[in-house]
């Protein structure tokens, strides 16, 4: 999970959709990513269970559920420490760096 958060893509669609719903060409427009990509990443998103999505007419629109984040990094003892809230629920991840 935690290669996830390092992901650039994958980060931008956890942000840009933790306000508002958005469909995979509004994503892919706004934050430069490439369709197909948007598509795989979302894809990985909802199975990981992420991202939700949303129907609204005939288009699926997804949403974070992740509703608080935070990340620490210990250089001394090469770790990060991720917390965080997704649909109610607290994790807490911790790995090594490199």
């Known amino acids: ?13 956890l942000l840009g959709t933790s306000t508002k719903a958005k469909g995979i060409r509004e994503i892919s427009r706004e934050y430069n990513i490439p369709v197909t990509v948007c598509y795989r990443r979302i894809k990985k998103l909802v199975e990981m269970g992420l991202l939700m999505e949303e129907k609204v007419g005939k288009r699926l629109k997804y949403r974070s559920k ?3 984040f935070s990340a620490i990094l210990d250089f001394e003892e090469n770790k990060m420490k991720i917390n965080m809230v997704a649909d109610g629920e607290s994790y807490e991840i911790e790995t090594t760096i490199l």
Request: charged content about 20%.
């Open 1 to 13: 999970m935690v290669s996830v958060f390092m992901d650039k893509y994958s980060s931008q669609i």
């Open 66 to 68: 992740i509703n608080d």
